[in-house]
């Protein structure tokens, strides 16, 4: 039997297809998010299916998540990133206590009971500065792509400060950097600071450790070391972590499915 | 009677409406589909789901007819007192008055949400200063300058010092319109100091003797303008009645809310509930419909409990919800979600409890208007709803924030931090403007999220 979860994110969707019996990752793949939501996200099931040698029927059970789950037609149920993104990072890193995701579009704060359930949470989805697209608008005004941008941060010798609460005045007072003769590895790293203080003022005091970090952002080198800065006190990266969402998913329509 | 109540679409709730006119049911005047005033431009009346019991029709007319309520008291020659600012104390003594009606001119905030912001109250209030900054009760500034709503009240009152900030801004801005305001002073509630003289409050609080004597001094000077406006006294006989009164309606509700947010399945939507604990503020515009209203829904509450009816399957998820929403279609979505609620705490639970009976009428009044959970400390109301979320077994609490309104900036944290610690129950803070829509994702990804935590919590 095979369970599969589909991560609708804002900026990519995920898919995992994995053995309920093993709970062994059996296929994963990205792609990039469009208009098309749940034609996006078949043809990339589709092609994992194809990729994995695995016939359709196979699957007994798949769960939608992300913010455009419900548009995931072809899904038997829906699970909020919330929840998915607890079982994800549990399921490979089982003494998680706290999960701190950061999207492309929003942040979670997620603390866990000693069983993995979700003990509460919290959500920064209003604003931009706590997110990926900080970065994404700090790599187009550099000219660094989004892989470039950690290299680039671990470069930097004193971080831009950046005092800007808004990503567009952000995008002004870096351009303001720039023409001073800031350094483009130090406001690199300066954003990457300013990004991690905006989500260490929503983990509030104590984080319970260990704390661990996912999302597609946490594939950003930098990212890690400027939360632990944040919220001093060490950060775990989880494995593969764009892909924690849909594989929380898949984890829960096997529980689903098979009822363990 | 027996299967699930159903929510209704307005065009449904206006057939039963009709089906009910045309069978001869006994309706109050102000009766009929609700569809008249989305043709005075309430759109967003199309968009909120209603229950389908003729009790909630009859709250829903009442509501929407109150303008019309103050316009023909202000043609019968009826004192019109607007009574700002204020949580259920300055109307109480008003409606002890014969001929005075108290409104709440507070309430046109709702007006650019059920309007869709096309009436342009918050572009006046712009005009005016009172931009996106001020919290949605800037709306009161624009209907009083375009008149389109309430009649010009012939008194206006409005509690200043611990209440609110932004409003004190706001009123003292219609001041210099024009409009004279009879002020009174309400002080910061504290815990009285060791061995000072002090008294107990309704909602389970303490403060100085000190403290009391002086909102008791400053409702005094209200009295009087009350009896001057009316031409006739105000004297503790009236009060007294006028308490007992309030108090029936205050009992009314409290059964309401008590079976509405225990019993299972949940009997009533969290829409109905929340205009329901509305009416204890200001009645309305008439204090005896509003009990005729209350009594009617509480009917119908009785009736679905006895029957196991609800407006929910048996054993959804309680959430306790802090502050009321400026979308009203936030509480159509908590059910959608998978949820219901498991009591409220809206920010005038002191206007629920009931004044005390066997005080002089104004020291008891005095005692209610500072029980108010604005003029204390966030950690008093944390304490209430740790109490009544407990009282009414809620599983997990939502804090509502109000943009722009100055109490809510910190107080989600404070009442998070105690929640958490008292009863470990998960807490989720949202922010609810006026019109939502450009949130619901998120707003239904953070209840649905909730929801899914409550239930993984049951299993443990």
Redesign the interface.
């Known amino acids: 039997m095979i369970s599969a979860g589909v991560d609708g994110g804002s900026r990519a969707i995920k898919v995992v297809l994995l053995d309920c019996r093993t709970r062994k990752v059996l296929a994963s793949g990205v792609c990039d998010q469009g208009v098309d939501h749940d034609g996006l996200a078949r043809k990339l099931l589709e092609q994992l299916l194809k990729k994995a040698d695995l016939a359709r029927s196979r699957i007994v059970r798949l769960v939608a998540t992300g913010y455009t789950r419900n548009a995931i037609g072809f899904a038997d149920t829906t699970v909020t990133e919330i929840t998915c993104h607890a079982a994800g990072v549990r399921h490979r890193m089982p003494k998680a206590a706290t999960i701190i995701e950061i999207g492309g579009q929003d942040s979670k704060l997620l603390r866990l009971n000693p069983d993995g359930s979700v003990r509460d949470f919290a959500m920064n989805d209003r604003c931009a500065a706590g997110t990926g697209r900080f970065l994404e608008v700090v790599a187009a005004r550099l000219n660094a792509g989004l892989e470039g941008l950690g290299d680039l941060a671990r470069a930097a010798s004193s971080p831009a400060p950046i005092s800007s609460m808004c990503v567009v005045f952000a995008e002004t007072e870096i351009i303001g950097l720039l023409a001073s003769g800031a350094r483009p590895e130090d406001i690199v790293a300066g954003v990457q600071a300013s990004i991690a203080s905006r989500v260490a003022a929503m983990v509030g005091r104590g984080a319970g450790a260990p704390v661990v970090f996912t999302g597609g952002v946490a594939m950003i080198p930098g990212m890690a070391e400027a939360l632990a800065a944040a919220l001093k006190t060490p950060v775990q990266i989880a494995p593969d972590p764009q892909m924690t969402g849909a594989l929380g998913a898949a984890i829960l329509a096997c529980r689903q499915a098979c009822g363990r | 009677m027996s299967g699930r109540a159903k929510r209704l679409t307005l065009q449904e709730l206006d057939r039963l409406c009709r089906r009910r006119q045309a069978s001869g049911a006994a309706m109050p005047a102000y009766a009929g589909p609700l569809e008249r005033h989305v043709q005075d431009g309430d759109r967003r009346l199309l968009r909120l789901e209603y229950d389908d019991s003729p009790a909630a029709l009859r709250l829903w007319n009442f509501l929407l007819t109150e303008e019309d309520r103050l316009h023909e008291a202000r043609a019968a020659g009826r004192k019109i007192v607007g009574t700002m600012k204020d949580l259920g104390t300055v109307p109480v003594m008003a409606y002890s008055l014969p001929n005075v009606v108290a409104f709440y001119p507070d309430g046109a905030w709702w007006t650019p949400c059920v309007m869709e912001l096309s009436e342009g109250l918050f572009g006046i209030a712009q005009s005016l200063g009172l931009g996106d900054a001020f919290c949605p009760v800037r709306a009161m500034a624009g209907a009083f300058v375009n008149r389109a709503h309430f009649p010009i009240p012939d008194l206006l009152t409005c509690s200043v010092g611990a209440t609110c900030d932004d409003f004190s801004a706001i009123a003292q801005r219609l001041e210099s319109l024009g409009y004279p305001i009879l002020w009174w002073e309400m002080p910061s509630r504290r815990r009285p100091e060791p061995g000072e003289p002090a008294v107990a409050l309704p909602g389970g609080f303490r403060a100085p003797e000190s403290q009391v004597a002086l909102v008791r001094s400053e409702l005094e000077r209200v009295r009087a303008a009350l009896a001057e406006l009316a031409g006739s006294p105000l004297g503790d006989e009236e009060l007294t009645a006028g308490i007992r009164e309030a108090n029936r309606i205050r009992g009314l509700l409290g059964e309401l809310r008590h079976l509405a947010y225990a019993a299972d399945p949940c009997p009533m939507p969290a829409l109905e509930m929340l205009i329901a604990e509305m009416l204890a503020i200001h009645f309305c515009s008439d204090r005896a419909e509003s009990a005729a209203v209350l009594a009617e829904l509480l009917d119908e509450v009785r009736s679905r409990t006895t029957a196991g009816r609800g407006v929910m399957p048996a054993g959804a998820a309680r959430l306790f919800w802090v502050n009321p929403v400026a979308d009203l279609r936030v509480m159509n979505l908590l059910e959608d979600c998978g949820a219901r609620l498991g009591g409220t705490e809206y920010l005038f639970c002191h206007a629920l409890d009931a004044i005390p009976g066997d005080l002089p009428p104004m020291e008891a009044l005095a005692r209610m208007a500072l029980a108010d959970p604005m003029v204390g400390p966030s950690v008093d109301r944390a304490a209430r709803i740790v109490r009544d979320a407990r009282a009414f077994g809620a599983e997990a609490v939502v804090v509502s924030r109000i943009p722009g309104a100055s109490h809510c900036a910190l107080e989600g ?1 404070i009442m998070g931090r105690v929640v ?1 610690d008292e009863l470990n129950l ?4 949202l ?1 609810v403007p006026p019109v939502a829509d450009p949130l619901w ?2 707003l239904r ?2 209840l ?2 909730l929801v ?2 409550v239930l ?2 049951r ?2």
């Not at chain 2, 998960?426 to 803070?429: A, D, L, S």
């Open positions: 944290t958490r998960p807490v989720v803070e922010e994702p998120t990804t953070r649905e999220a899914e935590t993984e919590r299993k443990r």
